[in-house]
Structure formats: C-alpha cells, structure tokens
C-alpha cells in the first residue's frame, strides 16, 4: 500500500484491506503528569453498551478518581459515561500506550468485516 506500517491494523482475513485500529504512543505517565486537573479518571470499565448504528455508548465504571497535579485527591463511586462516539472522538487530544488486555471472546464489525478480537 506504499506507506509506513504503524502496526494498529486489523483485517478479517486475506481477502479484504486493512483498516486502522486506535494504537497511542504517547507515555501513560507522561500524559498524566501533563494535566493539571482529570475530572474523571477511570481505571475500570463494566457493562459495557454500544449501539454501532448509532455510535452512542454506555460504560460503568469503577475505580474512578478525581485527580490534580498527578496525584488522586477522592474516589468517585456510580459514575456512568454516557455519550456519543462520533461527538466524544472530536475531544481526543492523546492515546496512551498502556493497554491492559481483557481476556472475553468479543467480535468487533467494521465495514462488513467480522473477526474476534481482544479489547485493551
């Protein structure tokens, strides 16, 4: 395809194009240290909702914190996201490179390809 491999694609099989797959290079401590104030930071998600048609998502959350200056100042408890993913992409500024890797048989679509995949 003439250009650099950045290793986030993903395909169903040998008959289809690779399409790209979110992949963050940036340092997971380097982006918390670069913020002054996280409303919500969320270490762990439950529940998880999503409405492909429409792009709108539902996750539980828990151990969910309020953080200033890189440090956890209080616990947050019930805290339910709520949104739409073509309008919470726009707010996007970094993806880090931590993944922690959920170990349940998912399937993900896109663009008429079907494969199973693993959720980070």
Do not use: W
Request: with cysteine; aromatic share 12%.
């Amino acid at each position: 395809m003439n250009c650099k491999s950045t290793k986030n694609g993903r395909k169903e099989s040998y008959e289809h194009l690779p399409m790209p797959c979110i992949a963050g290079k940036d340092k997971y401590t380097d982006i918390i240290k670069s913020l002054e104030y996280v409303f919500i930071y969320a270490v762990n998600f439950s529940g998880k909702e999503v409405d492909i048609t429409l792009g709108n998502f539902i996750f539980f959350t828990s151990g969910t914190y309020t953080m200033k200056n890189s440090k956890i100042l209080y616990s947050i408890k019930g805290v339910i996201l709520i949104g739409s993913g073509l309008e919470i992409i726009q707010f996007i500024s970094v993806i880090g490179d931590n993944v922690n890797i959920d170990s349940r048989l998912v399937f993900y679509s896109k663009n008429g390809q079907t494969i199973s995949v693993d959720i980070g």
